[in-house]
């Protein structure tokens, strides 16, 4: 294997690599060097223990979109967090659930796993099911009492992947994102003005 091919699997893999660390502290809870240092520890082993196929990675690290997609993401963290917290509180009512399918653009598994992870980690809503083949995602989540909050729950994690795939995606996968939001616009400004 030549200096340069090594040099760009481990630019590709370097991502997934990261993440796997950043995964790592998420679920201790801690974000400190101790963390990141056993997270990187656990990373070599999990990924020179287990080994998997490579995954393939587009190449392209949008850092722009990833301070974005981490200034929203924490954003939505605290949002869950004190939108669960004031549902827990009011003894009022029960919140209303729901089992939704959000069915993404992309049938990149890594991208699909990415957003399977994001909308977890929110408070309110839990992945329960992926199907694969239909690249269908299916949540379990609270706080829900019609069909327009279930509908903004489909777009918030429709709007992860979106997000996922301006940082990590491919542009081809970025040119499909796109142009399924124009087409989503479109049918949006539509309805809105069809005569009721």
Same mark, same amino acid.
Request: hydrophobic share 50%; glycine share 6%; proline share 4%.
């Given at each position: 294997?030549?200096?340069?091919?090594?040099?760009?699997?481990?630019?590709?893999?370097?991502?997934?690599?990261?993440?796997? %660390?950043? /995964? =790592?502290?998420? *679920?201790?809870?801690?974000?400190?060097? #101790?963390? @990141? $240092?056993?997270?990187?520890?656990?990373? !070599?082993?999990?990924?020179?223990?287990?080994?998997?196929?490579?995954?393939?990675?587009?190449?392209? %690290?949008? /850092? =722009?979109?990833? *301070?974005?997609?981490?200034?929203?993401? #924490?954003? @939505? $963290?605290?949002?869950?967090?004190?939108? !669960?917290?004031?549902?827990?509180?009011?003894?009022?009512?029960?919140?209303?659930?729901?089992?939704?399918?959000?069915?993404?653009?992309?049938?990149?598994?890594?991208?699909?796993?990415?957003? @399977?992870?994001?909308?977890?980690?929110?408070?309110?809503?839990?992945?329960?099911?992926?199907?694969?083949?239909?690249?269908?995602?299916?949540?379990?989540?609270?706080?829900?009492?019609?069909?327009?909050?279930?509908?903004?729950?489909?777009?918030?994690?429709?709007?992860?992947?979106?997000?996922?795939?301006?940082?990590?995606?491919?542009?081809?996968?970025?040119?499909?994102?796109?142009?399924?939001?124009?087409?989503?616009?479109?049918?949006?400004?539509?309805?809105?003005?069809?005569?009721?």
């Amino acid at each position: 294997m030549s200096p340069k091919s090594v040099v760009v699997t481990v630019w590709r893999q370097l991502p997934f690599f990261v993440w796997l %660390v950043a /995964l =790592w502290m998420l *679920l201790w809870g801690q974000f400190t060097v #101790l963390a @990141a $240092l056993t997270g990187v520890v656990v990373a !070599v082993f999990v990924t020179r223990v287990f080994r998997l196929p490579a995954v393939e990675l587009s190449g392209r %690290v949008n /850092l =722009w979109w990833g *301070l974005i997609f981490v200034g929203e993401f #924490l954003l @939505a $963290l605290i949002r869950g967090s004190l939108t !669960v917290a004031f549902q827990v509180l009011d003894w009022r009512r029960q919140p209303g659930t729901a089992i939704i399918a959000v069915p993404l653009v992309t049938d990149d598994d890594l991208i699909m796993t990415h957003v @399977a992870v994001t909308a977890s980690l929110i408070p309110g809503s839990l992945i329960v099911d992926i199907d694969r083949d239909r690249r269908v995602l299916y949540l379990h989540v609270i706080g829900v009492r019609d069909l327009e909050q279930v509908e903004e729950q489909r777009r918030s994690v429709q709007h992860w992947e979106e997000r996922l795939v301006r940082v990590v995606g491919s542009r081809a996968q970025l040119q499909t994102v796109r142009d399924v939001q124009a087409a989503r616009r479109e049918t949006a400004g539509a309805g809105r003005r069809t005569p009721r």
